[in-house]
């Protein structure tokens, strides 16, 4: 069994990336700007938004947090996103999910221009993806792809199954591993709150992605002998004094020694993200991938 260390993965990529801003930089153009919008307090959102601003700052992009209360009108808010779509100084931003429930977060993700949608969250960056063009990818789906290639994974002609339909995750994902290239080649399968015995699916697959957000949903019994294990999930389980721990979807203790690869929870698919996002914004500026 072989982990596959998104963190190491991250952190090698994001070298690179500070390494071709830095010679834009010094050719004379401006460092990459990306802006987060952040509605209300959610703890994990905080987090991410965090972590996010921290790696801009590890590779020389600029970020700018645009935080508003959990009462701001679905209307303001598509306001402060046409500010950022005619903002020059903006190279790309994000609006950080989840929203609160009174605004339609597909009407917040249309707004957003394209061309600044580093999330990749938009109907014509996904449009692009679907047939194949170039476009921002959704940073977690990419990510994992960037770590099987990173890994020389076989992915051509696989059974892959994907467990959670997200529109973050599973569905761009699902396409991506299908699509003609590599990674992809695979036989995908999407597997979701209706499908009746997910263990069917899930032990034929040479290729298993758990994002469901259902910690320890993916046990041994489910999972044939070398299969490759990819887990998105990091559900937050509440510890003492306010701390808590980070849980994946896969039961990784009894899992891991079936595997030929498998990600961990946390180092792993989190990392990868992350980085993907830096990736993303490095083309809004530029006009080039890395
Ligand atoms: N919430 C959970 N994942 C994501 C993400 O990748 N982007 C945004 N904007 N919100 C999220």
């Not at 069994?1 to 998104?6: C, D, H, N, T, V």
């Not at 004379?28 to 700052?57: F, M, Q």
């Not at 808010?77 to 903006?90: M, S």
């Not at 990784?252 to 992350?274: D, H, L, Q, R, Y």
């Amino acid at each position: 069994m072989e982990l596959l260390k998104g963190k190491l993965i991250a952190d090698s990529v994001k070298k690179r990336i500070k390494e071709k801003i830095e010679e834009k930089v010094s050719s004379g153009l401006r460092a990459p700007h990306l802006a987060a919008i952040l509605v209300g307090e959610d703890g994990a959102s905080l987090t991410y938004v965090g972590n996010k601003e921290k790696a801009c700052s590890q590779v020389g992009i600029k970020s700018t947090v645009l935080r508003f209360p959990d009462t701001i009108t679905e209307d303001s808010l598509i306001e402060e996103i046409k500010k950022l779509n005619g903002n020059p100084e903006i190279d790309g931003f994000i609006v950080q999910m989840p929203l609160p429930p009174h605004i339609d977060e597909q009407k917040i993700i249309d707004a957003i221009d394209p061309c600044k949608d580093v999330d990749g969250f938009n109907p014509v960056n996904l449009g692009n993806m679907v047939i194949g063009r170039p476009t921002f990818l959704p940073a977690t789906p990419f990510g994992i792809m960037t770590l099987l290639k990173e890994y020389n994974i076989e992915t051509s002609g696989k059974n892959c199954v994907i467990i959670g339909r997200s529109n973050i995750v599973g569905k761009p994902l699902s396409i991506m591993l299908s699509a003609k290239s590599y990674p992809g080649d695979c036989t995908v399968t999407l597997c979701h709150s209706h499908t009746g015995n997910v263990g069917l699916y899930t032990k034929n697959a040479d290729i298993v992605v758990a994002a469901l957000g259902v910690p320890h949903f993916l046990k041994a019994d489910m999972v044939k002998d070398g299969a490759v294990v990819i887990d998105v999930g990091i559900t937050r389980i509440p510890g003492e004094g306010g701390s808590y721990k980070l849980a994946g979807d896969v039961d990784f203790e009894n899992v891991a020694p079936k595997c030929s690869f498998i990600s961990p929870v946390p180092g792993g698919v989190g990392p990868m993200t992350i980085v993907s996002l830096l990736e993303n914004t490095y083309k809004a500026a530029y006009g080039e991938n890395i």
